[in-house]
């Protein structure tokens, strides 16, 4: 099975910047999709962006396009997520997670309805933004 643990969580003001970080017992790029999901109290869980298993290919949320990026590292087991500008809303606990690309493609995993066809879930991150 596949375990997942985030990183690099913390508080910042407006504007500024973090890295997350998800690191996986195995080289899960091989054959999994990469995803990283928010949740804020009171709010509802959604996808904020995802990595291909396959190809590497990413996709991004509306909402953070031009604002945060994707990668993965050449070990092929660490995804990356940058968060540049960041904003109060941006405040959530952001989770990484995974699922084999053999039973779902990353349009269906990257949505935020896709949550519960993620198999695979990280303990969390937490991210504060702030004045």
């Known amino acids: 099975q596949v375990q997942l643990v985030e990183s690099g969580g913390g508080s910042v003001q407006p504007g500024g910047s973090l890295r997350l970080s998800c690191v996986a017992n195995?080289?899960?790029?091989?054959?999994?999709?990469v995803g990283w999901f928010r949740q804020s109290p009171g709010k509802e869980r959604e996808a904020i962006s995802c990595i291909s298993g396959d190809d590497g290919g990413t996709y991004y949320a509306d909402r953070v396009k031009g604002r945060f990026t994707i990668s993965m590292e050449s070990t092929r087991d660490t995804v990356v997520l940058r968060m540049n500008n960041l904003k109060v809303e941006d405040t959530a606990t952001y989770y990484c997670?995974?699922?084999?690309?053999?039973?779902?493609?990353?349009?269906?995993?990257?949505?935020?309805?896709?949550?519960?066809?993620?198999?695979?879930w990280g303990q969390g991150a937490q991210v504060t933004v702030s004045s």
């Open positions: 195995k080289r899960i790029l091989d054959d999994y999709t």
């Open positions: 997670t995974a699922e084999s690309k053999i039973f779902k493609t990353v349009e269906e995993l990257c949505v935020s309805g896709g949550a519960s066809k993620m198999g695979y």
